[in-house]
């Protein structure tokens, strides 16, 4: 059973960067598409960037696009968030999710494993 856990959340200033870990147990992640979801308070969850098992092709949220990067690292069995530029807006419950698919979902629905999110706080 994979289990995922989320790590790197915090509060930054805007303008500023972080970067979000997944790291997985249970199952190696090569078999995976790994997302990164935010909710936001008061907001529906979002897609905020993907990767396919294969670590090609990445889809990212036209917010976030040139802002953020996702990455795996198969010898950690774990997918990174990179996150610079920060905003205000950024603001929210950062969770990561996989499934056993070649290609990212762009629903919640497709993704059969969550993590249990980390806090993301950008504010002066």
């Known amino acids: 059973q994979l289990q995922l856990v989320e790590s790197g959340g915090g509060l930054v200033q805007p303008g500023g960067s972080l970067r979000l870990s997944c790291t997985a147990s249970?199952?190696?992640?090569?078999?995976?598409?790994i997302a990164w979801f935010r909710q936001a308070p008061g907001k529906a969850r979002e897609r905020v960037s993907c990767?396919?098992?294969?670590?090609?092709?990445?889809n990212y949220a036209d917010s976030v696009k040139g802002r953020f990067t996702i990455s795996k690292e198969r010898a950690k069995n774990t997918v990174y968030l990179e996150m610079s530029r920060l905003e205000p807006e950024d603001t929210a419950v950062y969770y990561c999710?996989?499934?056993?698919?070649?290609?990212?979902?762009?629903?919640?629905?497709?993704?059969?494993?969550w993590g249990q999110g980390t806090q993301v706080t950008v504010s002066s």
């Open positions: 999710a996989a499934d056993y698919r070649y290609y990212c979902s762009d629903d919640m629905s497709g993704y059969s494993y």
């Open positions: 249970g199952s190696t992640l090569d078999y995976y598409a």
């Open positions: 990767v396919s098992r294969h670590g090609d092709p990445t």
